[in-house]
């Protein structure tokens, strides 16, 4: 095939991925077609608070996807080109959206504050989505998704692996508190199928201590299990806009827990995987009705909380933290109330960062956070607005409920040199939780 053969199909296919939008979401014809280019978007943005420019404006990105739809799916377009703001495909600008579309966060801020509600991170996903039919989605994202479906998770880890962590977990546990305290392997029949990400288990398991100890002290530690094949709810499909592998990912672990004969799948601290599970496979039904609820762990958590079921020790967390609202979670799933009562019955000064919530400043990493190859992007752009939030609260401690959330903090920090920790928000209940009347015995987690 020649040169010239190899760009015509190429622009074909982008083509045809645009015209597919007709029959697409209602959504995102609206989103292309109502833009008043007031710049809302932009002040709303932790990449363009990061550098004011053009490239980096929500608006501006969502364009290339604009006229090209406005050239090919519109009579204006096709009457009067580019004075009906309609572009014709270049094939050689491909290479540059490589960079342009991995440079949102997909935070979805744009969408709170616009007054339409458009979410450019929409249309972000459909040009990451034609990246990713032409094979020329980045290589570390796509290294990442390979790892997932191969293995089961992104950090390609096998059961011997799994196992060996969890020993470890386990004998950290009785060491703090002076008896056993279990994490159930593969057990059927158990209540609770607990898929945290696999960073909660290999990079910052402490977190997934704290959900032990919870079972424990209610008397369920017979109620619930892990899965040594299945252990992490992340899931770049979403990131790299090829909603098969996200469906494969997500039917994987749809399919354990039916095999646990769980009653409930308790998702973890991962925002993504949460809003994948709950908000879209549950609610558009990938898979019919499905035998089994879905919630997350601070959820339920907070609850027992709230219930009185639980003793803390706010004395053993005495350092100022504070919380940052990971953007799936404060956004897409509405889960902000959760993790502050947690917080705030296990640490002694807790601090608010402003904006939060639902109008949180994303950390900057988003699915990005797995691009190191983007680092100082990271780190100087997208991450700016993030540290200037964390540094006026004054505290020493930043709790997440997100592994790309705590590696883009943990990264920025040291990046920074700030002294800072950066965990999850089990974390700091493991480390105040009573145990038979006593807390752990040392508060840092090596």
């Given at each position: 095939?020649?040169?010239?053969?190899?760009?015509?199909?190429?622009?074909?296919?982008?083509?045809?991925?645009?015209?597919?939008?007709?029959?697409?979401?209602?959504?995102?014809?609206?989103?292309?077609?109502?833009?008043?280019?007031?710049?809302?978007?932009?002040?709303?943005?932790?990449?363009?608070?990061?550098?004011?420019?053009?490239?980096?404006?929500?608006?501006?990105?969502?364009d290339?996807?604009?006229?090209?739809?406005?050239?090919?799916?519109?009579?204006?377009?096709?009457?009067?080109?580019?004075?009906?703001?309609?572009?014709?495909?270049?094939?050689?600008?491909?290479?540059e959206?490589?960079?342009?579309?991995?440079?949102?966060?997909?935070?979805?801020?744009?969408?709170?504050?616009?007054?339409?509600?458009?979410?450019?991170?929409?249309?972000?996903?459909?040009?990451r989505?034609?990246?990713?039919?032409?094979?020329?989605?980045?290589?570390?994202?796509?290294?990442?998704?390979?790892?997932?479906?191969?293995?089961?998770?992104?950090?390609?880890?096998?059961?011997?692996?799994?196992?060996?962590?969890?020993?470890?977990?386990?004998?950290?546990?009785?060491?703090?508190?002076?008896?056993?305290?279990?994490?159930?392997?593969?057990?059927?029949?158990?209540?609770?199928?607990?898929?945290?990400?696999?960073?909660?288990?290999?990079?910052?398991?402490?977190?997934?201590?704290?959900?032990?100890?919870?079972?424990?002290?209610?008397?369920?530690?017979?109620?619930?299990?892990?899965?040594?094949?299945?252990?992490?709810?992340?899931?770049?499909?979403?990131?790299?806009?090829?909603?098969?592998?996200?469906?494969?990912?997500n039917?994987?672990?749809?399919?354990?827990?039916?095999?646990?004969?769980?009653?409930?799948?308790?998702?973890?601290?991962c925002?993504?995987?949460?809003?994948?599970?709950?908000?879209?496979m549950?609610?558009?039904?990938?898979?019919?009705?499905?035998?089994?609820?879905?919630?997350?762990?601070?959820?339920?958590t907070?609850?027992?909380?709230?219930?009185?079921?639980?003793?803390?020790?706010?004395?053993?967390?005495?350092?100022?933290?504070?919380?940052?609202?990971?953007?799936n979670?404060?956004?897409?799933?509405?889960?902000?109330?959760?993790?502050?009562?947690?917080?705030?019955?296990?640490?002694?000064?807790?601090?608010?960062m402003?904006?939060?919530?639902?109008?949180?400043?994303?950390?900057?990493?988003?699915?990005?956070?797995a691009?190191?190859?983007i680092?100082?992007?990271?780190?100087?752009?997208?991450?700016?607005?993030?540290?200037?939030?964390?540094?006026?609260?004054?505290?020493?401690?930043?709790?997440?409920?997100?592994?790309?959330?705590?590696h883009?903090?943990?990264?920025?920090?040291?990046?920074?040199?700030?002294?800072?920790?950066?965990?999850?928000?089990?974390?700091?209940?493991?480390?105040?939780?009573?145990?038979?009347?006593?807390?752990?015995?040392?508060?840092?987690y090596?």
């Amino acid at each position: 095939m020649s040169d010239n053969d190899v760009k015509q199909d190429v622009k074909q296919t982008v083509i045809g991925a645009i015209k597919a939008i007709r029959n697409g979401p209602r959504a995102m014809r609206l989103y292309l077609e109502i833009c008043a280019k007031c710049g809302t978007c932009a002040t709303a943005c932790p990449v363009y608070y990061g550098r004011a420019e053009r490239r980096y404006n929500p608006a501006e990105r969502t364009d290339i996807i604009r006229r090209l739809y406005r050239r090919y799916c519109t009579l204006s377009g096709r009457l009067f080109g580019p004075l009906a703001d309609a572009k014709d495909l270049d094939p050689a600008e491909l290479e540059e959206w490589r960079k342009i579309f991995y440079e949102c966060t997909g935070c979805r801020r744009c969408a709170l504050f616009c007054p339409f509600g458009i979410d450019h991170s929409v249309i972000t996903r459909k040009g990451r989505a034609i990246l990713d039919k032409l094979g020329l989605t980045p290589e570390t994202m796509k290294k990442v998704v390979d790892i997932s479906l191969r293995t089961g998770n992104t950090d390609g880890a096998g059961e011997a692996a799994f196992r060996a962590a969890i020993e470890f977990l386990e004998e950290e546990m009785e060491e703090e508190h002076g008896v056993p305290i279990k994490i159930p392997i593969d057990r059927v029949g158990a209540e609770y199928f607990y898929v945290p990400p696999s960073g909660d288990m290999l990079v910052n398991p402490e977190a997934t201590m704290g959900i032990a100890k919870v079972f424990h002290v209610l008397g369920m530690a017979d109620h619930w299990t892990m899965s040594s094949k299945f252990f992490d709810g992340a899931n770049y499909g979403l990131f790299t806009g090829n909603d098969e592998h996200m469906k494969t990912d997500n039917r994987a672990y749809v399919e354990e827990t039916k095999r646990r004969k769980a009653r409930v799948m308790l998702m973890g601290e991962c925002g993504h995987a949460h809003r994948i599970m709950k908000m879209m496979m549950e609610k558009s039904r990938w898979w019919g009705d499905l035998p089994f609820e879905i919630t997350n762990c601070m959820q339920w958590t907070a609850e027992h909380i709230q219930a009185g079921r639980l003793e803390l020790d706010k004395s053993k967390n005495p350092q100022p933290v504070t919380y940052h609202d990971p953007c799936n979670f404060g956004r897409s799933c509405g889960i902000t109330e959760e993790p502050r009562i947690i917080l705030q019955a296990s640490c002694a000064d807790f601090r608010e960062m402003y904006p939060n919530r639902a109008e949180n400043w994303c950390c900057g990493g988003g699915g990005l956070s797995a691009m190191d190859d983007i680092h100082q992007f990271r780190m100087e752009i997208s991450g700016r607005k993030k540290l200037e939030q964390i540094l006026a609260t004054g505290a020493t401690n930043v709790a997440t409920a997100c592994s790309n959330c705590k590696h883009q903090l943990t990264q920025l920090m040291e990046y920074h040199q700030q002294q800072i920790e950066v965990g999850g928000v089990h974390d700091m209940l493991s480390r105040a939780i009573l145990v038979g009347g006593k807390a752990a015995e040392r508060k840092e987690y090596t």
